[in-house]
């Protein structure tokens, strides 16, 4: 079986990623402003790139770390099913949380972390996607802040992979399939 020939179009640039995302930032760090020190927890590997640019914009003590779900596998389509394959190293009981995901698709995975993080204590806990396609919504949730609402379309780049490809991509950009040779 040949793999399926696609393309890449640009969605969101990387000026209108970076543009909003100094306009969340300022968000978070009006919200946490008393913070003692904020974790801001990472979802792996989706949002590595997201929260790099992220935490550079924020004006407060923070630490990172790093939470993996499963989720999609190398298709295109939710498993619906959440594992945490890697786990916080820090405790968070009493503590301020960001949890930092790329992209809200059924819902599933984000609601699954934020349920489980939930059930230890941290004194607050909020939420930002990149990117959310609430059309696509399964469960009932919505993330505390949101980069950007985007069609129901598969997409790549910033973190993002399609089979682990396009993760360096710059900008979001959207897959397209297009006929082989
Ligand atoms: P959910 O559990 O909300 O359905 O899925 C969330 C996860 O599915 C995201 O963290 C992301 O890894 C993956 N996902 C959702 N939509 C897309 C997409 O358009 N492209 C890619 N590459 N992954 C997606
Ligand atoms: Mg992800």
Redesign the pocket.
């Known amino acids: 079986m040949t793999k399926p020939a696609y393309v890449i179009d640009e969605m969101i640039s990387a000026k209108a990623i970076a543009a909003r995302i100094e306009t969340m930032c300022r968000d978070i760090s009006a919200e946490f402003c008393d913070t003692d020190k904020l974790v801001v927890v990472g979802?792996l590997r989706?949002s590595f790139v997201f929260i790099a640019d992220l935490v550079r914009e924020l004006d407060l003590p923070i630490e990172v770390d790093f939470i993996e779900a499963s989720?999609?596998g190398d298709g295109m389509e939710?498993s619906r099913e959440v594992r945490i394959l890697k786990d916080l190293r820090s405790g968070i009981e009493g503590r301020d949380v960001l949890v930092v995901?790329?992209?809200?698709?059924?819902?599933?995975?984000?609601s699954h972390v934020v349920q489980l993080l939930k059930t230890r204590d941290p004194a607050r806990l909020k939420t930002i996607a990149l990117l959310d396609?609430p059309s696509r919504r399964e469960v009932d949730f919505r993330a505390d802040l949101i980069g950007f609402d985007i069609p129901d379309?598969?997409?790549?780049g910033y973190g993002?992979?399609?089979a682990q490809r396009n993760r360096n991509l710059p900008f979001i950009g959207k897959v397209r399939f297009v006929e082989d040779g």
């Open positions: 979802l989706g989720s999609y939710s995901e790329d992209i809200v698709d059924t819902g599933h995975t984000l396609k379309e598969f997409v790549v993002i992979d399609y």
